[in-house]
């Protein structure tokens, strides 16, 4: 497979999935306007790699900031790595957050998927 690896900018996050070490991160904004052609390939890499994964994934999101499109993608995407997890593989889920809405939102999902989160406080820098 294929790693995807895309740059962020000041609206959309930084990508990397990579099926050779088992990662699979998104980190940064996520304010994009069509954000179905953004992350309907992630969905459908994660859903390939589900084909042949490594025992073990490191699942990393920090997002500062997504919108409520985003929101959705996300949930499609994440209900993607809960199969991989009900599959059988291990998979460690970090949910990186500054902010208690951020926090809530990983809360939120959390609760109707079965992979264990780990909630990641980070210091915001002044």
Same mark, same amino acid.
């Given at each position: 497979m294929e790693t995807i690896e895309i740059v962020g900018t000041n609206k959309s996050p930084f990508v990397k999935f990579d099926a050779e070490v088992g %990662?699979?991160?998104i980190k940064g904004r996520s304010a994009i306007e069509n954000t179905i052609e953004f992350y309907k390939p %992630?969905? *459908?890499?994660?859903?390939l790699y589900r084909s042949s994964p490594?025992?073990?994934t490191e699942i990393k999101i920090? %997002?500062?900031y997504f919108n409520t499109a985003t929101s959705k993608c996300l949930t499609d995407l994440f209900k993607e790595i809960d199969a991989?997890?009900?599959d059988g593989y291990q998979v460690n889920?970090?949910?990186y957050y *500054?902010? *208690?809405d951020i926090l809530e939102s990983g809360q939120d999902y959390q609760s109707f %998927?079965?992979?264990p989160f780990n909630m990641v406080e980070l210091e915001i820098a002044d």
């Amino acid at each position: 497979m294929e790693t995807i690896e895309i740059v962020g900018t000041n609206k959309s996050p930084f990508v990397k999935f990579d099926a050779e070490v088992g %990662l699979i991160e998104i980190k940064g904004r996520s304010a994009i306007e069509n954000t179905i052609e953004f992350y309907k390939p %992630l969905v *459908e890499w994660i859903s390939l790699y589900r084909s042949s994964p490594k025992a073990s994934t490191e699942i990393k999101i920090y %997002l500062e900031y997504f919108n409520t499109a985003t929101s959705k993608c996300l949930t499609d995407l994440f209900k993607e790595i809960d199969a991989l997890f009900k599959d059988g593989y291990q998979v460690n889920f970090n949910w990186y957050y *500054e902010d *208690e809405d951020i926090l809530e939102s990983g809360q939120d999902y959390q609760s109707f %998927l079965k992979v264990p989160f780990n909630m990641v406080e980070l210091e915001i820098a002044d």
